[in-house]
Every structure is written in structure tokens, then in C-alpha cells.
């Protein structure tokens, strides 16, 4: 089995082989495809769509001399097969293992480190231009789909690469008409209907080879050829932006490719190559279901993918199921997301109120924007965003939302660290970087019935507020259907410390979000006090100063970066007054956290129960020595 894949180890393999066996690679790559990521779950769809377009690439470009650079990366496991990492695929995404994005440190074929889309043709264009400076004769290949190819960035390099005459750039386009959520706006549906006119080119061939026996009317034919294209055929809005657009082609059929990929390569300036490709291609139930097979678990390739068992309710499920209540509720209340429509909960809510649903695909900048203007007008927006995209609208977070006091409210999914998906997509910033925003309110929820209200607190406030939630779900706590807005800048205190006052030490453990838990479960360790602070900004300051008049120390516990994060607001707000008091920062180091399962990354952070507690008696070693006494006398 896999005779052929087996004896491909890098492309330089792979271009010894005879055209004619490449199908029979093809066929073997995409049944290890589906083998492997059955048994370690991981992105399908994408990936069995790109098997083709992925050894063509290979074998027509000398890589990686000539550079590929894989739009959000998803897509690259053929890629990473077929460069060295066939063997080390039981182990993508997990602790230690290669990563399920494109990595440089990780493979000299890995270009360039993607994740978010619609970076590629800017970073090939980068190298493009890099080579012809360097004198060296090398091309740049840009891998971008149609989704991705909505976000402003991928045009910004359109526009700067078109006037680069002598520039060794590729485009390719791999239209499968896919992103994660179904691929929204005006450039989609241009992409319809340019495919729509595929009869054109087979026209154009036959008049052609009709009128070559005649040379002056071919010649009058081509003159025509544009006007006439135009009757068939929207305009290609590629060649006005100065590419030589080729296409579209079939990008399962390799005979199209590679001889495509081959004449494109001999050609100078930039080059538009538009490949069509299905999504989950071979595989009958990825096809029929490509949303479904997108990111699965792990599964049986020959029974597909079972219904999950009822389990607690996901944080993204209670904020879907409280948008469409605030939504019966109040008509003002509008939804939007970035192309992430299954990932942010709002299927229900497109289907029971489409008028006020908005996907406006990937461009988090134009979200944010947009929801600014419907809040200038009196509506109320809610914009679902991860914590890792919000990263790409924050000039507008700050200068379109912020700055004008609007009341947009932003529910920030995967805030914190998400698991597989690695650094990339980890939630660690946004506190950091909203915290500093004057008008922004800022809230963690410890369970989910407390994130429900929070997110009803922040719709009545009138002013840009946010609440941030972690991936998956939560402690179990049910949601209470009736909504109560919670008091702005008010934490709670959960634990209480059982030591008098004056019998040191007395530490309080200050607890944000998805951190109460653990931290709940190291005050019963260390016999501290713990506190729900519910409000990242406005801090609770008189909670803080009551505290600090009947306890030693505090430590701040949050998953998201330290600095800058809630530990800082808390000591800014006690210094503000004077007050000085030891304090531990536990957080999201100062570095990026890698892939793997979520519990062992916490872990690993110092962030479960065990770490918290282990920290607090390693900065505070009385707490250890009283606890071990007090433990001693209850025996």
C-alpha cells in the first residue's frame, strides 16, 4: 500500500517520477490523506482538494529554491506529505508535533508561517521582489482561495504587484468555493458567474481553429476578442489590476496543470492562474457535507463522522442561543460575523433572523467599521469575532468604535489558549490591547449562565463593551433564561480565607474568567481567599482596597498575556492609591504557546490547580508552612 507515496521523501523524489504515474500519486496521497487525519483529526476538506494542485506545483517548480506560500495553511498536509513529513503526520497538531499550519522553523519548504488568511500574495510578492534584487532567478508562487481573496489585504497586493512589470510572481486562485462558513459578497459571486461563461473559452478555441486557415479575419478576430469576451464573460477584474490572468482550469485534472504551471513559469511579470478544485474531493461524504469535514476529530473514514453525544453547552452555543433571545427582545439588535458563522454560533440566528444577520466574509477591519456605522444609526451590533481576528480590526477598534464611543459589543470567542490550532489562533492579546482603549468595557465570565448576562450587561451600556470567553465548554452551570444586567465593575468574592486576620500570611487570589475554577481549586489547597472579578476594565477597585486592608498579598490569575493584562490593571489600581501590596502576575507567558491538547498547555503555564497553588507557595512559603500546620491540626 502507498508504493509510490512511500518512495517520495521531498519533491526533488517527486520530479523523477514519469508524468504518467503522477494520477496513481495522486489517488495514494489522498487515501493516506483521509487514513491520517481520521486517526488524529485536522482539517479534510481543504486539504483533499489541494492533493492534485499540490504535486503539480512540486513537480513543475523547483521548490524550495522557487518559494510557495499557502494562503491560512490549512490546506497544506499533501504539501507537508510530500516534503519529509509523511511519517511525522500521526502526530500533527499535538503536543510536540508538526503543526497544522505552514511553519518556517518546522520545514525549509514552509516559506513563509500562515494561519489568517489573505496574507499570501503580499508575503510572495515580498520574495518576488527580494529575488530580483538579489539577482537571483527564482519565482514566487502565492496559493490564495476564493474566500480569502475577499479580505482587503489580498488587494492591496493585487494593486501593488500589477505594476511590477518584471516581477517573478504567481497567483493561483484555487476556487473551491469554500471557506470555513459559505463564501459570501460581490468577488463570489463574480467568481459564479466567470464560471459560469467557461463555454467562451471552448468557443473561442473552435472559431479559432476554424479562422487559422484565413490569417487576416483570425487577426481581426483577436482584435475583437476583448469586446467580444465582454458579451460572454464578466471582464476580469484580474487584468485590470495588471496580472496575466490564465484560467479558470480544472485543478483535479494534472494534464491541465502541470503543461498551465509550465508555460506560466517561462512567462516574465505577474501571473493570475484561476484553478477550480472541489472541496473534499474523493471522498463522497466530504463532498456532500464539506463543512461538517472541515476540522472533524478523530473518525471511521467508512462510517464518517457520528452525531457527539449531548454534552454541557459550548460558551459559543450559549452565546448563539442568548443573540437570538436579545434578538426577539429588541429589534435594534443586529449580528455580525467575519466569515466565521458556524464557529460563532449564529447558524440559528441567520436562519430566524436573516435580515439582521451579516457575514461579511474575511475582513475583520470592514466588521468592525461596519458596526460602527449601524451603531452611528442607532442600531444595536454585536460583532462575534475570535480573539485572534479581533487582532486584525483593532485600528478600526480603536479610531472607528472606541474613539467615538459607540456602542458596538464585541463577544470574543477563543479567548485564551485553543488547543490544536496553536499560537496562531490562541486568544492571548485582547486584554492588553482593549484594556488601554478609553470608553471600552471589558468582562470574563466564570461560567455560562455569568457570560449570558455579561453579554446582556454589555447591550444595555450604550458604549463599546466586550466579553471574552474561552473555546469549548464551560463548568456546566445552566443558563438562566431571564437576563439581568450585572453591576458594572463589581467582582465577588467566592472563598473566603479560614485565617484571622492578623496571622499571616492572608493571600487573595484574584481570579478572571475561565481561570475562577482553578483558582477556586488552589484557595482550597493554600486556604486563600478568591475572588470572581467579573470586570477586566473597570476594575474593581473598592473590592480591591477592602482586600487589601485585611489580606498580606494577592495573585492575579488569567488566561491571556501577563503583560499588560488584568494582573496589571489590578496592581495600576492599588498604586493609584497608594497602596503596595506583594502581588503574584500568573498568566500566558512571555512567549507564544505551541499546539497541543488545552488542559496540558494550561498545565505546562503553571494555569490548573496544581501550578496555581505550587506558584503561591513558592512566592509566598509561609502560606505553604501555615497550610501544612492547619491541615495537621484538622487530622
Known amino acids: 500500500m502507498y508504493d509510490l507515496l512511500k518512495t517520495i521523501d521531498d519533491p526533488a523524489a517527486l520530479r523523477r517520477l514519469e508524468r504518467a504515474s503522477l494520477p496513481a500519486l495522486a489517488d495514494e496521497l489522498r487515501a493516506y490523506l483521509l487514513e491520517s487525519v481520521s486517526q488524529t483529526g485536522g482539517h479534510l476538506s481543504s486539504n483533499l482538494g489541494t492533493v492534485e494542485l499540490t504535486i503539480a506545483l512540486h513537480y513543475v517548480f523547483d ?4 518559494r510557495i506560500v499557502w494562503d491560512v495553511g490549512h490546506q497544506t498536509y499533501p504539501h507537508k506529505i510530500l516534503t519529509g513529513r509523511r511519517d511525522a503526520m500521526s502526530t500533527l497538531r499535538q503536543l510536540g508535533g508538526i503543526s497544522g499550519f505552514p511553519r518556517r522553523s518546522e520545514s525549509e519548504y514552509d516559506t513563509f508561517g500562515t494561519a489568517h488568511s489573505s496574507t499570501s500574495i503580499s508575503a510572495a510578492l515580498g520574495m518576488a521582489v527580494a529575488s530580483r534584487l538579489k539577482g537571483e532567478d527564482r519565482h514566487a508562487i502565492a496559493v490564495i482561495g476564493d474566500g480569502a481573496m475577499t479580505a482587503g489585504m489580498a488587494f492591496e497586493a493585487l494593486n501593488n504587484a500589477g505594476v511590477l512589470d518584471d516581477v517573478p510572481l504567481i497567483v493561483v486562485l484555487n476556487d473551491n468555493d469554500m471557506s470555513i462558513s459559505p463564501p459570501v459578497g460581490a468577488l463570489n459571486r463574480y467568481l459564479a458567474r466567470l464560471m459560469s461563461g467557461r463555454f467562451y473559452a471552448t468557443a473561442k478555441k473552435n472559431v479559432e481553429r476554424v479562422l487559422r486557415v484565413a490569417p487576416p479575419v483570425l487577426e ?30 480544472d485543478g483535479h485534472d494534472l494534464d491541465s496543470l502541470i503543461p498551465t504551471l509550465q508555460n506560466l513559469k517561462q512567462l516574465k511579470g505577474p501571473q493570475f492562474l484561476h484553478v477550480v478544485t472541489r472541496k473534499g474531493q474523493g471522498y463522497k461524504l466530504a463532498e456532500a457535507d464539506p463543512v461538517l469535514y472541515h476540522g472533524p476529530g478523530k473518525f471511521d473514514p467508512s462510517e464518517g463522522i457520528k452525531p457527539a453525544a449531548a454534552s454541557k453547552k459550548t460558551y459559543t452555543q450559549v452565546f448563539g442561543e442568548w443573540l437570538c433571545d436579545m434578538a426577539e427582545l429588541d429589534p435594534k439588535i443586529v449580528g455580525i460575523t467575519p466569515a466565521m458563522r458556524e464557529g460563532s454560533g449564529l447558524v440559528e440566528f441567520e436562519q430566524r433572523f436573516p435580515a439582521r444577520y451579516f457575514d461579511v466574509g474575511i475582513a475583520e477591519q470592514h466588521a468592525v467599521t461596519f458596526a460602527g456605522g449601524l451603531a452611528a444609526e442607532g442600531l444595536k451590533p454585536v460583532v462575534a469575532i475570535y480573539s485572534t481576528f479581533l487582532q486584525r480590526g483593532y485600528d478600526q477598534l480603536v ?18 489558549l485553543v488547543g490544536a490550532d496553536g499560537a496562531t489562533h490562541a486568544g492571548a492579546y485582547d486584554i492588553p490591547f482593549m484594556r488601554c482603549l478609553p470608553n471600552m468595557t471589558i468582562m470574563a465570565p466564570a461560567d455560562e449562565n455569568e457570560c449570558r448576562q455579561m453579554l446582556y450587561t454589555a447591550v444595555q451600556l450604550g458604549t463599546p463593551a466586550s466579553v471574552r470567553y474561552p473555546r469549548g465548554a464551560g463548568a456546566g452551570v445552566a443558563t438562566v433564561k431571564k437576563l439581568e444586567a450585572l453591576p458594572v465593575g463589581k467582582g465577588q468574592v467566592v472563598r473566603e480565607t479560614a485565617r484571622a486576620i492578623g ?36 476594575v474593581d477597585e473598592a473590592l480591591l482596597l477592602s482586600l487589601a486592608a485585611t489580606h498580606d498579598a494577592f495573585v492575579t490569575v488569567e488566561e491571556g498575556a501577563i503583560m499588560g493584562g488584568a494582573g496589571s490593571a489590578c496592581v495600576e489600581a492599588l498604586l493609584q492609591r497608594g497602596v503596595n501590596p506583594p502581588v503574584l502576575q500568573l498568566g500566558l507567558p512571555d512567549r507564544f504557546i505551541d499546539h497541543g491538547d488545552p488542559a496540558k498547555l494550561l498545565a505546562s503555564c503553571g494555569l490548573d490547580a496544581a501550578g496555581i497553588a505550587a506558584s503561591i507557595r513558592t512566592r509566598f512559603p509561609e502560606q505553604s508552612a501555615e497550610a501544612a500546620k492547619a491541615s495537621k491540626l484538622v487530622a
Do not use: C, W
Not at 221 to 243: I, N, Q, S, Y
Open 63 to 66: 521548490t524550495p529554491m522557487d
Open 503 to 538: 496571622t499571616a500570611p492572608r493571600v487573595a487570589i484574584l481570579a478572571f474568567g475561565s481561570m475562577v475554577a482553578p483558582s477556586l481549586a488552589a484557595g482550597e489547597i493554600v486556604d486563600a481567599t478568591v475572588v470572581n472579578m467579573r470586570f477586566v476594565k473597570p
Open 220 to 249: 481581426l478576430a483577436r482584435k475583437l476578442e476583448e469586446h467580444a469576451k465582454g458579451m460572454v464573460v464578466p471582464a476580469t477584474l484580474f487584468e485590470e489590476f495588471g496580472f496575466n490572468y490564465i484560467g479558470p482550469i
Open 399 to 416: 479610531h472607528d468604535v472606541a474613539l467615538q464611543n459607540l456602542p458596538v459589543t464585541f463577544a470574543i470567542d477563543r479567548a485564551g
